[in-house]
């Protein structure tokens, strides 16, 4: 089979390995910084964070935060909620902040209405009332809310209890 074989001036496409080194060049490229005698070296953890900062309009010489204060609040606007189109039941009278959480299998995000105490508390915990991963009723499942099958045992697609997944507070 004549021409088969590409000719050494053609490659072929590049390997997964081959883009991850050339990845790690680049990024090593753009991390390089010079020191006093003016040779190239990599900047330190440090150097890259102070780096950041300053590209991002923060104090280039804050300390690097050791804790993350709660706010008490989760900055949204807030609205009454819905009192239908939710699978999960409002309290009379509950505002509720549109949120983004995971609504499709594979972390596949999208907008939801949440509880307005939803992230806005650091001492109670957040349910994850909209999440795909923490309401599903079967591993097959792959949208929030939309049964995995027609077998009874898979329910209607909304577990109440919202604990599917270890990490999710029930």
Same mark, same amino acid.
């Given at each position: 089979?004549?021409?088969?074989?590409?000719?050494?001036?053609?490659?072929?496409?590049?390997?997964?390995?081959?883009?991850?080194?050339?990845?790690?060049?680049?990024?090593?490229?753009?991390?390089?910084?010079?020191?006093?005698?003016?040779m190239c070296q990599f900047k330190s953890g440090e150097d890259?964070? &102070? /780096?950041?900062?300053?590209?991002?309009?923060?104090?280039?010489? %804050? #300390?690097?935060?050791? +804790? !993350?204060?709660?706010?008490?609040?989760?900055?949204?606007?807030?609205?009454?909620?819905?009192?239908?189109?939710?699978?999960?039941?409002?309290?009379?009278?509950?505002?509720?902040?549109?949120?983004?959480?995971?609504? &499709? /299998?594979?972390w596949v995000t999208g907008d939801a209405v949440m509880s %307005? #105490?939803?992230?806005? +508390? !650091?001492?109670?915990?957040?349910?994850?009332?909209?999440?795909?991963?923490?309401?599903?009723?079967?591993?097959?499942?792959?949208?929030?809310?939309?049964?995995?099958?027609?077998?009874?045992?898979?329910?209607?697609?909304?577990?109440?209890?919202?604990?599917?997944?270890?990490?999710?507070?029930?």
């Amino acid at each position: 089979q004549r021409g088969s074989i590409n000719p050494p001036w053609v490659q072929p496409r590049p390997t997964q390995a081959m883009r991850c080194l050339v990845f790690s060049l680049l990024i090593q490229w753009a991390l390089r910084s010079t020191d006093a005698k003016g040779m190239c070296q990599f900047k330190s953890g440090e150097d890259l964070m &102070k /780096a950041l900062r300053k590209t991002w309009g923060c104090d280039a010489n %804050a #300390s690097v935060p050791t +804790s !993350c204060p709660c706010l008490g609040s989760n900055n949204q606007s807030t609205f009454a909620c819905p009192t239908t189109g939710l699978l999960w039941t409002p309290k009379e009278n509950e505002q509720c902040v549109n949120a983004v959480v995971d609504r &499709k /299998a594979g972390w596949v995000t999208g907008d939801a209405v949440m509880s %307005a #105490s939803y992230g806005a +508390s !650091c001492d109670s915990p957040n349910h994850e009332t909209s999440s795909l991963v923490c309401t599903s009723t079967h591993s097959a499942q792959t949208e929030f809310g939309v049964p995995a099958g027609s077998c009874p045992e898979y329910g209607d697609g909304y577990n109440d209890a919202m604990n599917s997944s270890s990490w999710c507070v029930g």
